[in-house]
């Protein structure tokens, strides 16, 4: 069987939100099916639904890509999905010959694939344009969108100061707030600060959230500040801040010019969490942390899926994937991309997750936010933890050594924690989340569990966030 997703766990990633995996196992049935097959290029079946024609599900292997001819906005369907969980199951056949319906759309995408090579190849023998020309050119633009940044960036110091002076408490959650924030938030879109529009709209859902949330808006207002004040400086910054104010803004920036600018690591990549936030205009935003086995680097991989859309690619918690990355350019940089020419992501030999991989945990995350305090959220480990439940609030038990520190808040459900604390019996564990900075602690926001095994030199996966679209 072809490796492309061979497991469940490994088709579930694909999903574009729960609703779907769960109707997808509804549909796990080989009865509910008249016909199915495989080879090595495809996957195809015929479900049975309410209509008297069952529905055409076929899957590409080489993408892998799915249609079907149900009128589902999801992509992948229910029917794509329930296909690859048979198939993973071994209740699909290989080695079939594949029906008309399916050799005409794997006909369809070869001519495309084609075409698109032809016109790449075209562009590549065009002949080249003149480098000092296009430097001045991208130079005039990144001149021209500096300006608009700047202009919006003044615009949102004088509404910060209208709010402090005001005072926070003023700011309630009522409908004339909500549009004056809402109001910056597209002023931002306009000055070409998308990143900056998407940390407004995260900072409002903060107002009136708890008894607090005045202190922790305070603290985003000054992380701001701090953009204000860095782009008005811009010209005299290193390029390594510059790049890291950049991307705290959100200013785009293509393959090519993250493989030449940025870090190129290879390693066996291990994913110890994913996070899913749904966006504005049914866009899903999937994060991605790996663990390099070897470097002990950790790496943000980001995806997008717009309308319903599921993930390209299946990067399932627990899993191995070995891979060179090309990291985004900056001060201890996270964010990273598949490198020019490297085997696209996918499993690898699981190798072990050692606990010395993750020593000194604290001492890396200060480090990493001393370097670039712009970065929105933060990795972090801590080995030998225990999850406590105090005053309404679940917090995290450091070790308890020269270097202990007071517990930390976290952020986990209720039914998720308990969970835990069952499968551990109480006893000490590695935990793995994102940092989000705070007044005095901050909060950390846990996605997966680690416990050592018998030999107490590997952690083994214990707990692990569903991904779930927040």
């Known amino acids: 069987m072809s490796r492309v997703l061979a497991t469940e766990a490994e088709v579930l990633a694909l999903s574009p939100d729960a609703a779907s995996s769960k109707a997808a196992k509804g549909l796990q049935s080989i009865s509910k099916w008249p016909t199915v097959g495989s080879n090595n290029v495809a996957v195809w079946g015929e479900c049975q639904g309410s209509g008297s024609k069952p529905y055409q599900t076929q899957v590409d292997l080489s993408g892998p890509a799915f249609k079907c001819s149900c009128p589902s906005r999801k992509f992948p369907c229910k029917h794509g999905l329930a296909l690859m969980l048979l198939r993973a199951a071994g209740q699909v056949p290989e080695g079939g010959e594949s029906p008309e319906w399916v050799n005409a759309w794997l006909g369809g995408r070869q001519d495309k694939a084609e075409k698109k090579e032809a016109k790449a190849a ?93 202190r922790d808006l305070l603290v985003q207002l000054g992380h701001w500040q701090l953009l204000v004040d ?131 945990p604290l001492q890396r995350l200060s480090q990493r936010i001393a370097a670039n305090p712009l970065q929105p959220v933060q990795p972090l480990w801590c080995t030998q ?39 551990t019996g109480g006893a000490p564990m590695a935990l793995f989340g994102e940092w989000e900075p705070g007044p005095q602690l901050g909060r950390w926001r846990l996605l997966s569990a680690w416990q050592a095994d018998e030999s107490g030199q590997i952690l083994r996966k214990l707990w692990q966030n569903q991904g779930e679209v927040l």
Not at 341 to 355: S, V
Not at 406 to 418: L, S, T
């Open 230 to 360: 860095a782009v008005e400086r811009r010209e005299s910054l290193s390029p390594e801040v510059k790049a890291d104010v950049m991307a705290a803004l959100g200013w785009p920036m293509d393959k090519v010019e993250v493989q030449a600018l940025g870090e190129t690591i290879s390693d066996d990549w291990l994913v110890v969490g994913l996070r899913m936030l749904e966006r504005e205009g049914r866009l899903v935003e999937r994060r991605v942390w790996l663990q390099g086995l070897q470097t002990g680097r950790m790496a943000l991989v980001l995806d997008y899926s717009q309308g319903g859309r599921g993930f390209e690619t299946a990067l399932v918690p627990g899993s191995t994937y070995r891979s060179r990355l090309s990291f985004y350019p900056g001060n201890a940089p996270l964010r990273a991309i598949a490198a020019s020419g490297a085997q696209a992501l996918g499993p690898a030999d699981a190798a072990p997750l050692k606990p010395a991989v993750l020593a000194q």
């Open 385 to 423: 933890a225990h999850l406590v439940f105090a005053d309404g609030q679940w917090l995290v038990a450091w070790p308890q050594d020269k270097d202990s520190h007071a517990p930390v808040p976290a952020v986990i459900a209720d039914e998720q924690a308990w969970h835990l604390l069952a499968l």
């Open 122 to 214: 075209a562009i590549a023998a065009a002949p080249a344009a003149d480098p000092e020309v296009l430097a001045k050119q991208q130079a005039k633009r990144d001149d021209k969108r500096w300006d608009k940044v700047s202009a919006g960036m003044q615009e949102l110091s004088l509404w910060m100061q209208d709010m402090v002076r005001t005072g926070l408490a003023n700011q309630s959650s009522d409908v004339q707030a909500r549009q004056h924030w809402h109001t910056m938030a597209a002023r931002m879109v306009d000055a070409q600060a998308t990143g900056m529009s998407a940390r407004i709209k995260e900072a409002w859902e903060v107002v009136d959230s708890h008894p607090n949330w005045a």
